[in-house]
């Protein structure tokens, strides 16, 4: 069983930064997929960024590339997701995802076994 806590999130200005941490407990997780998607009010989750262990690459929304980033440290088994140059667009919760690596896309929510219990981003205009 892995465990996920989010942290870091707040309330910033647009053009703020934040970076959220995501610890992984229970299981090393170096040979896993993480991701980070987010929901917004009334709104779907949406796929935000993810890290595919089998081919060691990263994946944005096209939303947030240039602006964001995701970077994992699995000596900490932490993932984390630095947030640059916000935007009131980017408020939402935020959830950290992980599976065991597969080799397919990252990007689908239904994929994942297990989930953060998410952290607020609100940005402010």
């Known amino acids: 069983q892995v465990q996920l806590v989010e942290s870091g999130g707040g309330l910033v200005q647009a053009g703020d930064s934040l970076r959220l941490s995501c610890a992984a407990s229970?299981?090393?997780?170096?040979?896993?997929?993480m991701a980070w998607f987010r929901q917004a009010p009334g709104k779907e989750r949406e796929f935000v960024a993810g890290f595919s262990w089998s081919i060691s690459s990263a994946y944005y929304a096209d939303s947030v590339k240039g602006r964001f980033t995701i970077s994992r440290d699995n000596a900490k088994n932490t993932v984390y997701l630095q947030m640059n140059s916000l935007k009131p667009e980017d408020t939402a919760v935020y959830y950290c995802?992980?599976?065991?690596?597969?080799?397919?896309?990252?990007?689908?929510?239904?994929?994942?076994?297990?989930w953060g219990q998410g952290t607020q981003v609100t940005v402010s205009s």
């Open positions: 229970g299981r090393t997780f170096s040979s896993y997929d």
């Open positions: 995802a992980a599976r065991p690596a597969t080799g397919g896309s990252v990007r689908n929510d239904r994929v994942y076994d297990y």
